[in-house]
């Protein structure tokens, strides 16, 4: 600890040799950095604060009709790209700031400078962002960020026109390409149908199935011509015996009561054929709980219990009809049993034309069953091409008047909403530079300058003031130490000395107080 004291005042006493020149050093350096400092020029900063709302009563409105884009990430990305060399040359442009260049250097030194002093900040959640400028003219700040203050609206706006717009380009390409495929899917179509006409159905079942329903009506038309054919050979065996027999009293009664003997009701036949039939069509394209399927069957049920009354009154009006006889041989009852036997030769007639025309079909589909599978198979590939095709153009169609709809709701402002929170105002006094922070640097400069200078010195020409400091850096003995004895003159002279050194000193540091009053005394005036 002593040996780094020592060597400490020993450099300390080497530099005290040099002081004057470290004090002229220091006074240069001052002085030179208090006029750096004073001719810095002021900046004034314009600033312009902008809020995006997002948040418009439209965009729940016109949700699922209208395509919704990420806005604030779009703002977002804006705001980081918006400082771009063409929105730069832009700004030039409209602050009037390239009248002065006299150069293509020029011009891309003030490109430059333009792209690294402006500044946008966000807040993040809140879609506020910030505009920043500092310029010395006061006036050309304002205009600079008048000019980013329009950029950003206007390229936010420009840039979802155009995003529209190329969707609806594209879009309308590929809606043509789809009119043509869908032209040529419907001509395939229609061919294949004229080709096939004959083997077509219109509720578009299979030829098996088509097969199976036509063998359950033949079954079924079978069923009710042998019913009618009974019902037939029991009306002529009752005819045959009341010719026989001659009487009215005793054949009537017990033809009547026969279940096999068909009483005619023409009319409500008819209807309940027709509303079976109605039906059958409603069943096709609905399930059992459908109101018209509900309705039509109790229209059958009614129609039934109907027809069952008037069999029945039928009946009784017959057995209670008197029987005389007329002619000998006909009486009521044998009219009767002439008229049911006429109704029941009919009725078997028409359902031996039924049995003959569900026959025919079966064999006709049984025929066409053996080419139908491939027929089918080809319908079935062409439909789905066709429902394909028309799905995606019908898709298309849809997207293009949702891109339409989307850039109606971006022209009327309905998405974003641009709103100027702080128009662009500069700052009443000067933001940079700090002199109050400067001057002291300076200062701290101009000491830091003169110890510097002072050391140096006493490195380059050094003076040994100790006789171990001679011995230890010459190595040899050192035999005896002159000192100096000074008079009364010269402890004056190095009293006077010092105190000019102090004088010198402390007059730089004064000099520097003296302009920090004085710069707070005007900074004061210019804001008052």
Do not use: C
């Amino acid at each position: 600890m002593e040996e780094l004291l020592n060597q400490l005042s020993t450099i300390v006493r080497r530099m005290w040799k040099f002081r004057w020149p470290a004090l002229i050093a220091a006074w240069v350096v001052g002085i030179g950095g208090a006029i750096a400092v004073h001719y810095i020029p002021d900046k004034y900063e314009a600033t312009a604060r902008i809020y995006v709302d997002t948040q418009s009563i439209l965009k729940p409105l016109m949700s699922g009709l209208t395509v919704q884009p990420n806005v604030e990430q779009q703002v977002g990305m804006l705001s980081r790209t918006l400082i771009s060399r063409p929105n730069i040359e832009k700004l030039i442009r409209m602050a009037d700031l390239d009248l002065k260049n006299e150069s293509k250097a020029d011009q891309e030194a003030l490109i430059e400078t333009l792209m690294r002093t402006l500044e946008i900040k966000s807040t993040g959640r809140d879609n506020l962002y910030t505009l920043n400028y500092r310029e010395s003219d006061k006036e050309k700040a304002k205009r600079v960020i008048q000019s980013l203050v329009s950029i950003f609206v206007e390229s936010s706006l420009g840039a979802s026109r155009k995003d529209t717009d190329s969707a609806k380009v594209f879009l309308n390409e590929q809606i043509k390409n789809y009119e043509a495929k869908l032209e040529e899917a419907e001509t395939r179509l229609k061919e294949f149908r004229l080709r096939n006409i004959d083997v077509q159905t219109a509720d578009g079942r299979d030829s098996a199935t088509r097969l199976g329903e036509i063998a359950k009506q033949l079954e079924q038309a079978r069923l009710e011509l042998r019913e009618a054919e009974n019902a037939r050979d029991s009306a002529k065996q009752q005819l045959a015996q009341q010719r026989q027999t001659g009487t009215a009293g005793t054949g009537l009664p017990d033809l009547l009561q026969d279940a096999n003997v068909t009483i005619s009701t023409p009319e409500i036949d008819a209807r309940l054929e027709a509303q079976r039939r109605n039906l059958d069509a409603l069943l096709q394209r609905y399930t059992d709980q459908h109101p018209d399927v509900i309705s039509t069957r109790k229209l059958i049920s009614d129609l039934e219990v109907q027809k069952k009354k008037e069999v029945a009154e039928q009946r009784k009006l017959a057995a209670s009809a008197p029987m005389v006889a007329v002619g000998g041989q006909t009486n009521l009852a044998y009219q009767e049993l002439s008229r049911v036997l006429a109704t029941s030769e009919v009725q078997v007639a028409a359902l031996r034309a039924r049995v003959a025309e569900y026959s025919g079909r079966y064999a006709q589909a049984k025929t066409q069953l053996k080419t139908s599978p491939q027929i089918e198979a080809e319908a079935a590939q062409l439909n789905r091409d066709y429902a394909i095709i028309k799905k995606n153009y019908e898709d298309l169609v849809a997207r293009r008047q949702s891109a339409v709809m989307s850039g109606d709701l971006d022209v009327a402002s309905g998405v974003a909403d641009f709103r100027l929170i702080d128009p662009p105002r500069v700052s009443p006094k000067p933001v940079s530079p700090n002199r109050f922070i400067l001057y002291p640097l300076a200062l701290v400069a101009a000491l830091g300058m003169g110890l510097f200078v002072a050391f140096a010195a006493s490195q380059l020409r050094p003076v040994y003031d100790a006789a171990y400091e001679l011995r230890s850096k010459t190595g040899l003995p050192v035999l005896g130490v002159v000192s100096l004895v000074m008079s009364e003159a010269d402890t004056r002279r190095v009293r006077v000395d010092l105190a000019r050194f102090l004088a010198g000193s402390g007059g730089l540091v004064v000099l520097y107080a003296i302009g920090m009053i004085v710069l707070v005394i005007l900074t004061n005036r210019q804001v008052g």
